[in-house]
């Protein structure tokens, strides 16, 4: 192996995103609540990291102090190795991306498709269509409102967009769960298309184990904030090392 190469493959093993020691906490009517207890991860380029975890246990939380969108209480996040603590989702958008479960309402309803994704990128019109035809898309759906898209095509809009303001990270929160069974496999079969062709990394959190075991490299598993299991995908499926995870793998098995 020559030097540069060795040196690429050192460089490709830093994270390109790692969050550290972060918590936060809300308080509303008079309770309070820890979505985020100490919780530390790393995301390695080009990697799919799945973020699993019972309704309530923090996932959104994460994903939205991750981009900007809510501010840790303490903690460290970095993108690169550089700390961008208190960045909104302005600034944080040069380099991750967020997709939302509801497609259809992350664009303005009155404009064209094609105008949602230029305004929303910057991109030029031969950089919507090569981009549309990536994500399995035809041309003539970019004169088209929202509302006039299937959830699926809407979906894969939404990861057009994204894609095309060369984010190197995308946070993908639940992005299936309004899709019919067919459209959610192609959805995620589009996932790991532009992971490899684009050479993104993507933080995905789901219910579903399942789906997340086939397509992620690791698995971070939440409970009550806290990031109780975390690995390896089939480390994490074939010996989890906590409690909480071997019931959630159990209940898969006798789905
Ligand atoms: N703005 C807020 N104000 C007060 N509490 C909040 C707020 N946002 C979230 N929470 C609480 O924080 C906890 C974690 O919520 P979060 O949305 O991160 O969970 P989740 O794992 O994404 O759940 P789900 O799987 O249902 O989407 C929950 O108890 C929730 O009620
Ligand atoms: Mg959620």
Do not use: W
């Not at 390109?16 to 207890?37: A, D, I, M």
């Amino acid at each position: 192996m020559t030097e540069m190469k060795a040196d690429i493959m050192q460089m490709n093993r830093q994270p390109v995103l790692s969050g550290s020691n972060l918590n936060k906490t809300y308080h509303s009517g008079g309770r309070t609540v820890h979505p985020l207890q100490n919780v530390s991860f790393e995301v390695c380029p080009g990697e799919i990291l799945g973020i699993v975890g019972e309704s309530g246990s923090g996932k959104s939380t994460l994903l939205r102090v991750i981009s900007g969108l809510e501010c840790p209480d303490s903690g460290v996040l970095t993108y690169k190795g550089f700390h961008y603590h208190g960045y909104g989702p302005e600034k944080t958008g040069k380099f991750l991306q967020m997709i939302f479960q509801n497609a259809y309402g992350s664009f303005d309803p009155r404009m064209t498709m094609e105008r949602s994704l230029r305004e929303g990128s910057g991109a030029d019109r031969q950089e919507i269509l090569r981009m549309i035809c990536e994500v399995g898309l035809t041309e003539d759906l970019l004169e088209r409102k929202p509302r006039h898209l299937s959830g699926g095509q809407c979906q894969r809009m939404s990861i057009a967009r994204a894609l095309l303001t060369h984010a190197q990270i995308l946070l993908c929160d639940e992005i299936t769960s309004a899709l019919d069974v067919t459209t959610q496999a192609q959805v995620i079969k589009l996932l790991t298309e532009v992971r490899a062709a684009e050479d993104v990394s993507i933080i995905l959190v789901s219910h579903d184990l399942a789906l997340v075991s086939m397509i992620c490299d690791r698995i971070m598993v939440m409970q009550d904030g806290y990031i109780v299991d975390q690995g390896k995908t089939e480390d994490v499926i074939n010996a989890p090392s906590d409690y909480y995870t071997r019931k959630l793998l159990n209940s898969i098995i006798s789905v």
